[in-house]
């Protein structure tokens, strides 16, 4: 793997991450939206369940039925807003997390931080020359680099 395919496995991990949180947002924005909405029709049977009885009350007879089956409604109600509250509060503890790394030998090329530019010619022993036109390291004795053929005595 070259060391632009690694940029792209980097840009991949990115995409997937901003696909995460935008799915995240979408869920939890649509869960707030149905706790909402089913609060909302709880308040109302609460509010429809208070009127029966007051107009019961009022009427001075109580319609056990009728009671029983607006408190089966909110009962149904209740369980359902706290289950989506669950479902919510458990996506938004949701983390992104990095895809495993890649099973195999372990990359052989340098990141472009810690690059290192080729080492710097070693200088010459005292038993060896340098070549003044192409820097080939030779024994001190050569009259001509063996590499580009410069007379070096
Ligand atoms: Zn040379």
Redesign the pocket.
Known sequence: MGFFDQIGKQISQGVDRAKFEAEKFQTTTRLQGEVNEFRRQLDAKLGELGQRAYELQRAGQINSATLAELAQAVDQLRATVLAKEEELKSTQADVFVEPPPVVGPPPVHPAPSTYAAPAAPTPATPSQKL?T??N?QMPFTAMF?P??G?RVA
């Open positions: 070549c036109v192409c080939f680099c590499n580009c410069t």
